[in-house]
């Protein structure tokens, strides 16, 4: 007799018995209804009793007639269909390789073009300087022998004016007073043929033009869960090789493959002495601090003690860190766009608006947030870029309050309040944007309802005070209404709730070693680690 694995003392038939499980030898020849089993003739008396009961070949003929309905519907409709799957996948593998094998000839067809114009334009150019050099040399060899004839007429006359001086008579001086009149003539300069080179210092967006455009699509994988290996900083807006960045592109990196810590660690945890609403933890372990409109600058260490302070002369309204050359850059109040340089605030230019936030490019550009609109200014203050209005006349972004770049993508995230006044519909987002500004997506705050954080949730409405991308391209956003702060990938999709708080998540930042700096309530500060990284593999970027 065999027994149930959940139900220890409980036994059941195996497929194919003929005999009962509860009465050795009984032949199974009836049907117990209620218990939808076949039955032995002693079961009526005892394991069935009461039960209604049939013969078994009785209930056969529908069981055949089911049996056979699954054979005709499987072989004329679910097969044929698989078939039909199968043969389309077929097709889609020959095509994926044939299309991508196209792709790549082109692709190096292309590159070899240009090589081959690139030496082309070389070769002319070398041609050029070696012509230019034989007709500087003949002009200089030229007028080499014309100073040295000089030089020995000059000479020769030198000495006729000794020989006169010492044994000449006065004619003869005087003669010679008269040749030295008319002095001889120095041979006039020769105006050579000029040229210079100054290399490209920044040639990667024109070979991305001249490469041509990539144009690619694709979608996220999946969503990593709490505690499950994945290879995070899937953002959007990337090519499939780094040739050229779109709005739908995406491209193979190398990078490491994360893992979200089961429960967030605290680092540490302190007051800070100053009211903070922008943090920019710096490269050394420290952290620049500003409160919107005050106009002190506070450089903080990692327990809170105050290490610097600098004074501006109006309100700030928004600080951020280059990433190329760690100094400081802030937009206050009067429309400035200032850089921190050996201790003083260095003018660098103005915007026409008051400027709501800033963000320093990896590229070393300045995004600056404005009412209706975002522009991104070389560190001179000419206009690369700016958001514009769509067809309908709204702005594309309205109310932008926070702006951070992605590290591996540089896609760009705007915390958008979406103001009302400002054109907006009253409901705060984060639009996410390639370098083209092309939106890429944007995230309303939707948690999953099957995510069950460990700790208190929020209800209220999406309130994005702070917006940072993190080293692989996860975006970190702190949702001050709900008090707490969420992680998504660069896709927009959900992976968790990092923390949460009895106060609202006023500004975050995260430093080179992917520590979360959190300013909680204006003055308690946390330093936050929700993930630890594995090793190192290749990924695609979407």
């Known amino acids: 007799m065999a027994t149930s694995l959940f139900k220890a003392q409980i036994p059941f038939r195996i497929k194919g018995q003929f005999t009962c499980t509860h009465h050795k030898g009984g032949q199974l020849d ?6 939808q089993i076949p039955v032995c003739i002693k079961c009526v008396s005892t394991v069935h009793k009461s039960h209604p009961l049939c013969d078994l070949s009785e209930i056969i003929h529908q069981t ?9 519907k ?5 097969l044929v269909q698989i078939d039909q799957y199968i043969t389309s996948t077929d097709k889609h593998l020959k095509d994926n390789t044939s299309n991508f094998d196209k792709l790549s000839h082109h692709l190096k067809t292309q590159t070899n073009k240009l090589k081959e114009d690139l030496d082309q334009l070389t070769a002319q150019t070398l041609s050029l300087y070696q012509q230019m050099e034989e007709d500087n040399t003949k002009l200089l060899q030229t007028y080499k022998q014309d100073l040295e004839v000089y030089d020995a007429k000059l000479k020769k006359q030198v000495q006729e004016c000794k020989i006169a001086l010492q044994r000449g008579s006065d004619i003869q001086i005087y003669d010679t007073g008269c040749e030295i009149q008319s002095a001889l003539t120095l041979p006039a ?12 210092q920044n040639p990667e967006v024109h070979l991305k033009q001249a490469l041509g455009e990539v144009n690619t699509s694709c979608h996220c994988q999946g969503q990593a869960s709490p505690g499950h290996d994945m290879s995070v900083g899937s953002s959007t807006g990337q090519g499939s090789t780094s040739t050229q960045q779109n709005s739908t592109g995406r491209k193979k990196v190398k990078s490491p493959v994360y893992r979200l810590l089961p429960q967030t660690k605290v680092l540490g945890n302190w007051t800070s002495p ?8 710096t490269i050394d372990g420290q952290v620049w601090t500003s409160a919107c409109d005050d106009i002190t600058l506070n450089l903080l260490d990692r327990k809170g003690k105050v290490i610097q302070k600098i004074k501006h002369n ?16 802030v937009c206050d109040l009067d429309n400035n766009i200032t850089e921190l340089v050996s201790g003083r605030l260095v003018h660098r230019f103005g915007t026409r608006e008051e400027p709501r936030c800033i963000c320093i490019t990896a590229s070393n550009h300045v995004i600056v947030g404005m009412n209706k609109k975002i522009s991104k200014f ?11 209005a769509a067809g309908t006349g709204k702005p594309f972004v309205c109310t932008p309050y926070r702006i951070s770049e992605c590290p591996v993508t540089h896609n760009v995230a705007v915390a958008d309040l979406g103001n009302t006044l400002h054109g907006g519909e009253g409901k705060p987002r984060v639009v996410v944007i390639d370098t083209d500004f092309k939106k890429l997506f944007e995230y309303d705050g939707k948690v999953p309802h099957t995510y069950q954080p460990t700790s208190q949730s929020g209800s209220k409405r999406f309130t994005p005070w702070g917006v940072v991308y993190d080293s ?4 970190v956003i702190g949702d001050c209404s709900n008090n707490r702060i969420i992680l998504i990938n660069g896709c927009g999709e959900f992976l968790r709730i990092i923390h949460t708080y009895d106060y609202f998540a006023l500004a975050i930042g995260v430093d080179r070693e992917d520590v979360l700096w959190a300013v909680l309530g204006y003055h308690d500060i946390k330093l936050l680690q929700y993930q630890s990284a594995q090793d190192q593999q290749q990924c695609i970027i979407s």
């Open 30 to 35: 009836l049907y117990c209804e209620e218990c």
């Open 64 to 72: 055949k007639q089911d049996v056979q309905s699954f054979i005709d």
């Open 74 to 78: 499987t072989e004329k409709v679910d």
């Open 189 to 200: 300069e020769p105006t050579l043929c000029t040229a210079s080179f100054t290399p490209n």
């Open 274 to 281: 100053c009211y903070i609403t922008s943090v920019c933890p």
């Open 314 to 329: 109006t309100g700030i309204t928004e600080i951020s860190l280059s990433p190329t050359t760690n100094t400081l850059w």
């Open 378 to 388: 070389t560190t001179e203050g000419t206009l690369l870029h700016t958001t514009s």
């Open 472 to 475: 692989v391209g996860n975006l």
